[in-house]
């Protein structure tokens, strides 16, 4: 049964519009100029709330001409490593917005987190993300990391990213990393999921972000292309995956269809999802019980197909 706590959390996050005196979310604004507020926004958000524990430490860089930063506790093992793909519909979003979701990875799993910026879209469309995906990996390589030894972890667009990037990754005939975890992943930017009516109205999300966003990060690239949408692509032979779902959202068929067709090739796929939970619901693993459940079941799969 889902607790009372996450019910008032949640439902004040997707009546938000209220706050504002108004009757309903105004729906997503696909403009340049839209869309630039929107990060300003995402960026401020994600500084106010993103203070990290004493202890942690943000050590910057630079990937592909991209700002990246390593987040480090001192506790943690330095032979592990965990890559982290930011998500934000492909359009938003940084390491440095997301630090306050990153950090309970990495204190969770003992395992420092490589975070780094991808190009966005519409200025970048596919395949700039794509490309500096590789290339943080290709970082995490050369600095002798072994692929044993890495994790991916990812969001929304991240996750989906984050899925992309293992694709390319087995496709260029590299070693794979160890396991994979992802949140509420966009694994099918072609839109073919029930979840994308049937949730609308419950989804934090604004409406008519995934119709737009699909677009300008697709740009005149096929939406069905495996590294766009990785729920197209061949599966065979990735590594364990965690998936995790909230049923309020309307990304979640993309990841019970992922899990299934992942399963059907016989990759080790472990489903979560709950009952009335948001988009990326375990990132709220501070404020109530479902979340951080979800949470530690998640560390616990990084930890475990690493050794720790």
Known sequence: MQSLKSKIILGL???????????????????????????????????????????AMIVPLSINE???????????NSQKAMLYF??????????????????????????????????????????????????????????????????????????????????????????????????????????????????????????GCAENASILYAANNDLRNPFVSPLYGDLKGLPPLHISAGGNEILLDDSIQFAQKARAAGVDVTLRVDKGMCHCYPAFSNLFKEAKLAMDEICLHLKKHVGL
């Open 13 to 55: 996050i997707v009546h938000r519009h209220l706050f504002r005196f108004q009757l309903q979310n105004k729906p997503f604004d696909p403009s340049i100029e839209g869309i630039h507020a929107l990060r300003d926004r995402t960026e401020k958000g994600g500084k106010m709330f993103g203070k990290l524990p004493k202890d």
């Open 86 to 207: 930011h998500g934000g519909m492909y359009l938003i979003g940084s390491a440095e917005s997301h630090r306050q979701h990153v950090i309970k990875f990495v204190s969770g799993s003992s395992i420092n987190a490589l975070v780094f910026n991808y190009r966005l879209a519409p200025e970048h469309p596919f395949p700039a993300a794509l490309d500096d995906a590789l290339a943080a990996y290709d970082l995490l390589l050369n600095e002798g990391f072994h692929p044993s030894n890495i994790v991916f972890a990812g969001d929304s667009a991240g996750g989906g990213l984050c899925l992309a990037t293992l694709l390319a990754i087995k496709a260029k005939g590299i070693a794979l990393p160890s396991c994979a975890a992802v949140l509420s992943p966009w694994t099918d930017l072609a839109r073919t999921g029930k979840s994308y009516q049937t949730n609308e109205r419950k989804c934090v999300s604004p409406i």
């Open 66 to 76: 991209q700002y990246a930063e390593w987040i480090k506790l001192p506790t943690n």
